[in-house]
């Protein structure tokens, strides 16, 4: 049953102050890769009416390539924390 | 279209990306979305789910992007009003995250992840799956932490399986939730069961009714139709001979009926009742009763059987951790047999499946059982499982036969196609030489070849089909305007293998960047043989290639051989005799592949000097 208003609406982001910049992070120029990948799952209130699951997410990519660019700038939210098992029956799991 | 966990009602709270530099500078990125609707079907209704289809502009090669987001997911927005009957009126979010997966891995490599899941003690929350993690509690709450650096990109391998040979959490999420509580029927004493049992129960609730309904002395319409439909069915057998009797009935339903998929129904536009007796008069198996008749069925034969809920092993291993919701999970029916359990699949589809026949996506795997004992116990028992059959030895075969009468005709030619189909390539293939669809989550080469070099459809008539292990399917065809051969501004000719093979196998891939084992998906034995006539005597340009690639399970053969100036014979072979390959084999497996794609063999040919 649809009770949530389907278009988001969002607050313009605060992002912290500081550096974002990580020194340990090492980047290939050649190669796109996930720099740094935070997920915190939290799990709030008992009763079922009120109970919810908060997805929180912070990636850090690294786009080497215009074919990575093409692929990986496009995500679906809520994200699949497991494409095997949402993909199942849909075509070409495996070719 | 991505992969995505279709869940209801989720709240997008925060979406932001901005493109970060070493000297600590940024920048917004542009983010536009859309949004995009699916209908899910639940037990009883069809549900909308959206997903928000995010789009990162102004991104560029060589840019670092930090994106952050929040989503909610609410639990049972509806919960005020559907702890009862209702429930299944408005299902929700309760009905699918009761067991689920996190995979770490990316098909990029990630350097430094972080996974921590936060909840307290009473959510019910177990942990499973195959990864380290840190636990911290206090009181009643629970931060359960996983961490890893330099994961390698391999989730989108092809025929890899992932959850083999990755870590990964499995959660099971059983809060205190009033539908799960249940009475024992003799003392009254409230007690909870698991999630899997009600919903297994649930969908099975109507077993014992069917079995007194086919006690009754005085049928109604319904069950005299459905009587009368038993009757002619298993006519002439003996009640003693009662495994003929459900392969009968079984085979006769995966024969002849037609599957619905009952979208109205699901929709609320019908509202209509199962009406079984209507049903197996009109040859009709319907989505909504596909349990229900089945039971009936066997009831109706006065055969006892068990369910048993099946996993794609593509997707993962069914254990006491992960269960999956269950609540779309298809099944099977079991009755003894003398040599173990005869497994039925009802049609779910335009092809069914003959008794004890299994796609190899669902053979040796374990599957959960729901019998009769464990419906109405009142002690909760653990999981049962049991491991499906493997299919037999050697029995995947297949041959098929090409002949081009003339192959040098300009405007194409005539020729016969023949075919011998057993095993897993009758299972998954045999409804496209009836022009049905396949299964569309196995390669499309299971199907029925096309006519080679043209676009054409020509019909193939069925010689011989058996129900019985391996399933034997016998099929030939005449062609027409097959065009093997292309002419060259030389006055030469090409024959590329690619026009020619057929194996069901994936497109070669990069060995040097897998990472994981390499599944095929049966042991097999696939053998094309294309022989060409020629009208005028040819001659060979350069060389006939020759190929044999082995791995440490599969071997591949092909081959062109001019047999004399009017006869160019093609053969290629795979055979496959176990599943798994290991990354020491990438290199064979990805030659392998390439010879079975046709990529490694060209042949040219010019007629005889002296020829018109």
């Not at chain 2, 993962?316 to 047999?337: I, M, N, Q, Y």
Request: hydrophobic fraction near 40%; charged fraction near 25%; glycine fraction near 6%.
């Amino acid at each position: 049953m649809s009770a949530q208003p389907i278009t988001p609406v969002l607050q313009p982001h605060a992002w912290p102050d500081g550096d974002p910049w990580a020194r340990s992070w090492q980047v290939e120029p050649d190669r796109s890769s996930i720099l740094e990948d935070e997920l915190v799952i939290h799990v709030r209130n008992l009763q079922p009416r009120f109970l919810a699951l908060f997805f929180h997410r912070r990636k850090v990519i690294h786009f080497a390539t215009q074919e990575d660019v093409a692929r990986f700038s496009r995500f679906t939210l809520p994200e699949s924390l497991d494409p095997l098992y949402d993909g199942r029956g849909r075509p070409t799991v495996r070719t | 279209m991505a992969a995505r966990p279709l869940w209801f009602n989720v709240r997008l709270d925060d979406l932001a990306a901005r493109v970060i530099r070493p000297d600590g500078t940024w920048a917004a990125v542009d983010v536009s979305m859309a949004t995009e609707l699916e209908q899910v079907r639940t037990l009883r209704t069809m549900e909308p789910a959206w997903t928000h289809m995010v789009d990162l502009r102004t991104i560029a090669p060589g840019d670092v992007v930090e994106l952050t987001w929040s989503y909610m997911v609410p639990y049972d927005m509806n919960a005020d009003r559907t702890q009862g009957w209702r429930a299944f009126a408005w299902p929700d979010n309760w009905t699918r995250t009761t067991s689920w997966r996190i995979l770490f891995h990316h098909a990029l490599p990630i350097k430094h992840q972080t996974v921590r899941l936060d909840h307290d003690l009473r959510h019910g929350i177990v942990i499973g799956g195959t990864s380290f993690y840190d636990v911290q509690e206090d009181r009643n709450k629970r931060s359960i932490r996983w961490e890893h650096h330099d994961l390698p990109g391999c989730l989108d391998e092809v025929n890899a399986d992932p959850t083999a040979d990755l870590p990964y959490a499995s959660i099971t999420f059983e809060p205190d939730d009033q539908r799960y509580w249940t009475f024992d029927r003799l003392s009254g004493v409230p007690y909870r069961q698991p999630y899997w049992l009600y919903v297994l129960r649930m969908r099975e609730q109507r077993a014992f009714w069917w079995r007194r309904v086919a006690q009754k002395n005085v049928p109604d319409k319904q069950n005299q139709l459905f009587n009368d439909f038993v009757d002619a069915t298993i006519a002439g057998i003996p009640a003693k001979d009662r495994l003929r009797r459900v392969v009968t009935l079984h085979n006769r339903i995966a024969e002849e009926f037609t599957y619905s998929n009952d979208s109205l129904w699901y929709q609320d536009r019908d509202q209509g009742l199962a009406r079984f007796g209507d049903q197996v008069t009109d040859g009709r198996i319907r989505e909504m009763a596909r349990y229900d008749l089945y039971a009936k069925l066997l009831y109706a034969i006065q055969e006892n059987h068990a369910t048993a809920y099946v996993m794609d092993r593509r997707v993962g291993k069914l254990d006491a951790r992960w269960l999956t919701p269950l609540w779309e999970s298809d099944l099977l029916f079991g009755v003894d047999a003398a040599n173990g359990v005869l497994w039925l699949y009802p049609k779910r589809g335009p092809v069914g499946y003959w008794a004890g026949e299994l796609p190899f996506y669902w053979e040796g795997t374990p599957a959960l059982v729901m019998n009769e004992r464990i419906r109405i116990t009142d002690a909760p028992p653990p999981p049962l499982f049991v491991d499906l059959p493997k299919g037999m030895k050697g029995g995947t075969q297949r041959v098929i036969e090409t002949t081009i009468d003339t192959a040098d005709a300009p405007n194409g030619s005539t020729g016969t196609q023949r075919v011998l189909l057993s095993g897993q390539f009758s299972t998954l293939g045999r409804g496209s030489y009836e022009q049905l669809p396949v299964d569309r989550t196995v390669h499309p080469n299971y199907a029925a070849p096309t006519v080679p070099g043209s676009p054409r459809h020509v019909p193939w008539k069925i010689l011989s089909s058996s129900h019985v292990a391996p399933y034997r399917v016998q099929a030939e065809r005449g062609l027409a305007e097959a065009r093997v051969m292309e002419p060259d501004l030389d006055g030469s000719y090409t024959i590329d293998a690619r026009m020619l093979v057929h194996h069901a196998v994936p497109p070669p891939f990069d060995p040097g960047m897998r990472e994981l084992p390499f599944y095929w998906d049966c042991q097999q034995d696939d053998r094309i043989i294309v022989d060409r006539h020629f009208e005028r005597p040819m001659e060979l340009v350069g060389t006939l290639p020759d190929h044999w690639v082995s791995s440490s399970h599969a071997s591949i053969s092909q081959r062109f051989t001019l047999v004399d100036p009017h006869h160019l014979q093609f053969e290629s072979r795979l055979v496959v005799s176990g599943e798994r390959e290991e990354v020491t084999f990438a290199a064979d497996v990805a030659a392998i592949l390439r010879v079975a794609a046709g990529e490694a063999s060209v042949v040219r040919l010019r007629p005889v000097s002296g020829t018109p």
